[in-house]
């Protein structure tokens, strides 16, 4: 036998309670009952007392063996032997046998509930035709009819039913393979998904280190060659003529311009950080920066860091100095000013820089063709979730303030 798929047990009402109160009911018609001269009612109560302990005992006392078939089917011949002596010592006891049909329906697996079925039809036909004389050949023949009519009605009911779980069983079978199928779709779509993203980043990530190769070509094959010729030719021109002492000082500082440039060029071409930012923190190296700044252009820079140093991804000071490198070239360049000044602030998320001049200033709305230099610090500060502010007005001075997030990569080596 086949053990009963969990899914499929019977309601606790319809296993339980109709077939005590099916023999509760038949218990007291016995006792109300008047008995047949000779007749006595104890062997009637005690077969009813047999099978209220046996259904107890068997099934409604171990919920536990409803699941095991052998067990099953043990329970199920004993009610059944018991019905049967019911009927045979009193035919109306054949009103008790929808209490073995109730267990043979739900409690005996395929294929053994057909013979189940068949044989409480047996039963329940002898009890019908109980009625019958059976002297004659006719009435044999009647009794017969009877219960294979039973046998028919009910085994045909037995099968039909047994289709209809088959056909449920399949149906549950299909949803859950079509669940599968549903969850195996989605678990590929989400792969391709994350396939298609990968290669997406790798494209760019390709792209993005062609045109950093491009770039680096374009430094090495212009600005690097273009700066180290004008090196060469201020060797020479210095080894063929003395430089007048008044000379001394911007030929000094345009041969070391020059030589940082092209150091600088050189780090570009192999994605090195800047040489101030190899060996020191970002406040010394905008004060290493500002004071080669002034000792080029003449004019002393201010150079303040307040708050606690915070740990910054390298990007972001990359950017800053820069921002503050280019700042001060447009003060050189543009500004004519007395004094400027320099402020590195470590604030509680973010760290700000400020470059700041009493210069001629400017109209930055106005200021559309002012360079290229504004747009690639904002594009550099802005790439890092960070912000630029420019504020100037002609004879007021200008400031450049530009804010980045602290934390940009938890494993900076800051």
């Not at 052998?70 to 032997?81: K, N, S, T, Y």
């Not at 599968?180 to 779709?185: E, K, Q, Y």
């Not at 210069?359 to 002012?370: E, N």
Request: glycine letters at 8%; hydrophobic letters at 50%; aromatic letters at 6%.
């Amino acid at each position: 036998m086949s053990s009963q798929p969990p899914e499929q047990q019977p309601p606790a009402l319809l296993v339980t309670a109709v077939p005590y109160t099916l023999l509760a009911g038949m218990t007291i018609f016995t006792l109300l009952d008047e008995p047949e001269p000779g007749d006595s009612p104890m062997v009637v109560l005690a077969l009813c007392a047999a099978a209220a302990l046996w259904m107890l005992l068997m099934f409604t006392l171990r919920p536990s063996w409803r699941r095991r078939p052998a067990l099953m089917g043990v329970f199920f011949a004993g009610l059944l032997a018991i019905t049967a002596l019911l009927v045979a010592y009193d035919p109306a006891f054949g009103l008790f046998t929808p209490a073995p049909y109730i267990y043979a329906f739900t409690m005996v697996p395929w294929p053994w509930r057909l013979p189940a079925v068949s044989a409480t039809a047996v039963v329940a036909g002898s009890a019908q035709a109980s009625g019958v004389p059976t002297a004659t050949g006719g009435g044999v023949v009647l009794v017969a009819v009877i219960i294979v009519v039973n046998i028919a009605l009910m085994g045909g009911t037995a099968w039909v039913l047994w289709l209809a779980e088959q056909e449920r069983a399949q149906r549950e079978r299909a949803m859950a393979e079509l669940g599968r199928a549903n969850r195996l779709l989605e678990a590929s779509l989400t792969e391709n998904a994350g396939l298609q993203a990968q290669l997406l980043a790798q494209a760019r990530e390709a792209g993005v280190l062609d045109e950093r190769q491009r770039m680096a070509r374009e430094i090495h094959d212009t600005l690097a060659q273009g700066l180290t010729g004008i090196i060469a030719q201020l060797q020479a021109a210095e080894q063929m003529h003395e430089v007048p002492a008044p000379w001394r000082r911007p030929f000094e500082a345009v041969k070391g311009l020059a030589r940082e440039s092209l150091a600088e060029a050189r780090r570009s071409v192999d994605a090195l950080r800047p040489e101030p930012l190899e060996n020191g923190r970002l406040s010394e190296a905008l004060s290493e920066v500002v004071r080669r700044w002034s000792k080029v252009n003449g004019l002393a820079v201010q150079v303040t860091t307040t708050g606690t140093v915070l740990p910054m991804a390298a990007e972001a000071e990359f950017a800053l100095l820069r921002t503050a490198q280019e700042a001060l070239a447009n003060v050189a360049k543009h500004a004519v000013a007395s004094r400027a000044g320099v402020t590195l602030s470590y604030l509680e998320r973010e760290v700000a820089l400020d470059v700041r001049d009493d210069g001629r200033g400017f109209d930055p709305d106005g200021a559309k063709g002012a360079g290229f230099g504004l747009t690639i610090m904002r594009q550099r500060i802005e790439g890092l979730g960070g912000t630029l502010r420019i504020e100037s007005r002609p004879g007021s001075g200008t400031g450049v303030s530009a804010c980045v997030p602290a934390q940009q990569a938890p494993g900076s080596d800051r």
